[in-house]
């Protein structure tokens, strides 16, 4: 039996996505943890849609937009506890309808 590759970004190109503008779902509780306190940085390495970004100086930007709502940023970050997470309000977030 032969196996067909899968290509996830284009699987996740499938996906849309509606912004709440100016009211992210999810939020770094202090960036200053993240800089100096959090070695691991997890969150920029597990998340699948690369809402979260290490910056050169050790500081992690995080931007919403295309969040899967898998919650695993928030699993990882159990030691430091500084995520805030929610779901996005009613209408908003990602849809899954495309692929
Ligand atoms: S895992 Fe948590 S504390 Fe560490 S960089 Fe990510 S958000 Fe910050
Ligand atoms: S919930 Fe999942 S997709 Fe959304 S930011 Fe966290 S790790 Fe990324």
Redesign the pocket.
């Known amino acids: 039996m032969s196996t067909v590759p899968v290509n996830v970004e284009e699987k996740l190109f499938q996906n849309r996505y509606r912004v709440d503008a100016g009211r992210p779902h ?1 939020r770094i509780k202090d960036a200053d943890v993240c800089l100096s306190e959090c070695s691991a940085k997890s ?1 920029t390495f ?4 690369s ?2 970004k290490a910056e050169g100086n050790g500081a992690v930007t ?1 931007i ?1 937009d295309g ?8 699993i990882l970050c159990t030691d430091h506890q500084n995520i805030e ?1 929610d779901y996005p309000r009613g209408g908003h977030g990602i849809l899954f309808k495309f692929g």
């Open positions: 999810i969150c597990v998340c699948p849609a809402c979260y995080l919403t969040c899967l709502e898998c919650g695993s940023c928030r997470w």
